[in-house]
């Protein structure tokens, strides 16, 4: 017999009428179960719950509370943050979904680039540059990298030149564009990150 039926039927048997003034007949007489008796809906609970479960619940509001908390301050920085933080995984998740949304479609899922990225299109430009440590990308400091990705490739290239890496100022927040640089810059390998130190310093 399932507990659940068990119960159920000493709820029944327990609410007979008269069955609490009925005189002790030896073990055939049910007193009305502790869970049973009125009560409001918490304390009922809290009953059911015993003190283990009790405890856990609280245990289970006081981490929802915290992690709330967590997610809410670590978005503030994320949204307030003017660098790249590699390390920092609310940054680099913000960014990878961003990253998704806007460049992926173009720069790769991947960020293997467009194929064929080092030749140029026949009106001059060229396709997407891989933002791995395959392409030019990560020769770039990080404010430059900033700067290209929030006013477009056009005001860094020749003026003869149509670069067609576009503009996202309009679209995404300064914090957004440090977020994406962040999730890039956590793709790249540890080899990438020794060339890009030891590449002499700008001038
Ligand atoms: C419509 C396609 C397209 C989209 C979308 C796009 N890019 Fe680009 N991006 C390009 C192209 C093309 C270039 C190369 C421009 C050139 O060198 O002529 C480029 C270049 C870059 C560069 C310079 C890389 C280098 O090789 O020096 C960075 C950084 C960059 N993109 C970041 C991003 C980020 C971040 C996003 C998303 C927010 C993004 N791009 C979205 C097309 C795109």
Known sequence: MSPFGRRG??????????????PRRGPLVIEQPEENRPGT???????RLGAKGRFLAAALVIGIVITAGVIYFERR?????????????????HGASLYRQ?????HGADLA???????????GNRPATPLDGSGPAWRRSDDDLFDIVKYGGQPFSPPHYRNRMPA???????????????????????DTWQRRRDLPPAS
Request: hydrophobic share 35%; with cysteine; aromatic share 8%.
């Open 168 to 190: 996202y100022e309009h679209l995404l927040a300064d914090g957004d564009m440090w977020a994406i640089l962040a999730y890039v810059q956590s793709r790249w390998s540890a």
């Open 102 to 106: 806007h460049c992926a479609q173009c």
């Open 9 to 22: 039927e000493t709820r029944r048997r327990g609410r007979l009428p008269g069955d609490r003034r009925a």
């Open 77 to 93: 920085d994320v949204a307030a943050a003017r660098d790249a933080d590699p390390g920092n995984l609310a940054q680099v998740g």
């Open 41 to 47: 809906l918490s304390e009922g609970l809290g009953r």
């Open 113 to 123: 680039g467009q194929p064929g990225w080092q030749g140029t299109f026949a009106k």
